[in-house]
């Protein structure tokens, strides 16, 4: 069965250092990847997606990057936090062409001070 | 442009009794449509979905309604559990976008004894 896992749970970080949450999926080859961020009193809001390794598209301008080094491996990044970065991220994968149902992993927690 | 949007940010109901979440969108091209469930510090796991080829689906206790000419859709819970409180998204995505969820800012229900 498919598993995924991102890590780490819980982040505190001061503003302006850099930031990296990973994430793997098992069990499932050449997924679609995402990257979502629940910012307080809003919606999931989609960040990054990626159809293969080295595709990545972003769907918002912002503070922050990701990349996919290897096929069931997708990175969020940032070399210097802002306050505005808080949020839970949740990282998910769907098959290769599915439409609709994604599957989220357990979700991190950053908090920028 | 929020454009999946719940309107009740809460809801609170009688264990044994019916729920019913609701949810508008404003893009025309949306043609599957979701719902999540998410318990705090996880990620959101898939509870039902809906094409627009139909106007209900039903699993177990969860239904649910689209009516496409209103851009509507809805979650009925029946019989409502305690353990269905929880904040639930409703999500759409169209043909060609792979499963690039579009998510509103959730539902929190609270069924109580």
């Known amino acids: 069965s498919q598993t995924i896992h991102q890590w780490p749970a819980t982040l505190v970080q001061p503003v302006g250092s850099p930031l990296s949450l990973e994430c793997t999926v098992e069990g499932t080859s050449n997924p679609n990847l995402y990257w979502y961020r629940q910012a307080a009193g809003r919606g999931l809001q989609l960040l990054f997606y990626?159809?293969?390794?080295?595709?990545i598209s972003s769907e918002v301008p912002q503070n922050l990057s990701a990349s996919r080094p290897q096929d069931r491996q997708f990175i969020l990044s940032s070399k210097k936090l802002l306050l505005s970065d808080s949020g839970f991220y949740l990282c998910?994968?769907?098959?290769?062409?599915?439409?609709?149902?994604?599957?989220f992993g357990e979700g991190s927690r950053l908090t920028v001070l | 442009d929020q454009q999946v949007k719940q309107n009740s940010p809460s809801l609170s109901v009688q264990e044994g009794r019916i729920s019913i979440l609701n949810c508008d969108y404003t893009?025309?091209?949306?043609?599957?449509f979701l719902w999540y469930k998410k318990y705090p510090a996880e990620g959101p796991t898939f509870l039902i979905s809906i094409s627009s080829i139909k106007d209900k689906n039903e699993d177990g206790r969860f239904t649910v309604f689209l009516n496409k000419s209103a851009k509507h859709l809805s979650l009925h819970i029946v019989p409502s559990q305690p353990g269905d409180s929880a904040v639930y998204f409703c999500a759409a995505s169209h043909t060609g976008t792979a499963s690039k969820l579009t998510f509103g800012t959730g539902t929190r229900l609270q069924v109580t004894l």
């Open positions: 990626s159809v293969g390794i080295g595709q």
């Open positions: 893009n025309s091209m949306f043609d599957y």
């Open positions: 998910a994968w769907s098959p290769t062409g599915a439409t609709g149902e994604l599957f």
